[in-house]
């Protein structure tokens, strides 16, 4: 799913888009930098997954613009990776309608 949104994001902007499988393994490698602050700003994850607790859009931040040469704006971008986990997967924001739910008095 991100990696069409970053294809996408290419395409509009005269850039190649990335090879397959090239976002998968930015990710995975930029998670693998646990004693990174700007990815792990709390610190090394203890027996979480590096997933659970990177800053996640500092990750963004580095994928977009390693792919796209452009920042992420959270906001913007952001609906645009909503939309597109709603399409692609809806239970991917379960996360985001658990926090939601509990603000609801």
């Known amino acids: 799913m991100l ?3 970053l294809e ?3 395409g509009n902007i005269g850039l ?4 397959p499988g090239a ?4 990710l995975a490698a930029t998670l693998t930098r646990t004693n990174d602050p700007f990815i792990f700003p709390g610190g090394p994850p203890a027996s ?7 800053k996640g859009s500092n990750v963004l931040h580095e994928l977009f613009w390693d792919f796209t040469n452009t ?3 959270k906001v913007a971008d952001g609906r645009v990776l909503a939309s597109a986990a709603l399409r692609h997967d809806p ?3 379960d996360p985001v ?4 739910a509990r603000l609801r008095p």
């Open 3 to 5: 990696a069409d949104v």
């Open 8 to 10: 996408k994001r290419c």
């Open 16 to 19: 190649v888009a990335p090879a």
């Open 23 to 26: 976002v998968a393994a930015k």
């Open 48 to 54: 979480e997954s590096p997933a659970d607790v990177a």
């Open 71 to 73: 920042p992420y704006d």
């Open 91 to 93: 239970t991917l924001l």
């Open 97 to 100: 309608r658990n926090v939601v």
